[in-house]
């Protein structure tokens, strides 16, 4: 990443379900729209509990068999350092956001932007979370992906108006 691209973060708990797939779907939709060269996206977890680890394997299959790659990952928890590079933040719930707000209160220059991931999507009610599938089974993951992919189609179409009119 370079500091000139926008850098858009997911959020969710772990980094092992929500935020991989938001960030696959992101990743494919701002190539679809040639602003891989001016965006970039990463994810990240709220909390330490899957530091390392791959994505959900029920993530994976879902973003599969809805026809979206599949990208090696290890999931990371948000620090205070990736919080100062970054310019949006976008969060899986409102648990996350929260914790989002509370750790950029005290930054000289926080994000521009943390906010939900579902508030780019004039379909869901004002803050609707993206509810999180990880005690569930594999067709709750496919349903939140579903939800994902709504929400991040709006997100990118609103990144192409910004840089369409700059």
Request: aromatic fraction near 10%.
């Amino acid at each position: 990443m370079t500091e000139n691209k926008l850098q858009i973060a997911m959020v969710c708990h772990g980094n092992i379900c929500r935020s991989p797939m938001a960030e696959a779907v992101t990743f494919t939709l701002l190539e679809k729209y040639g602003l891989t060269n001016k965006v970039s996206v990463e994810s990240f977890g709220t909390h330490a509990y899957h530091v390392g680890e791959d994505a959900d394997k029920r993530s994976k299959a879902a973003l599969s068999r809805h026809g979206w790659p599949v990208f090696v990952h290890r999931a990371r928890q948000l620090k205070t350092e990736d919080l100062e590079r970054l310019n949006i933040i976008l969060c899986a719930d409102r648990n996350n956001l929260s914790h989002v707000k509370y750790m950029s209160r005290k930054l000289s220059f926080p994000p521009k932007e943390i906010s939900l991931l579902r508030s780019y999507d004039p379909d869901a009610s004002e803050g609707a979370d993206v509810p999180d599938p990880y005690y569930d089974g594999q067709a709750v993951f496919d349903a939140v992906l579903e939800i994902i992919e709504s929400a991040c189609q709006y997100f990118v179409q609103s990144l192409t108006d910004i840089f369409r009119l700059a």
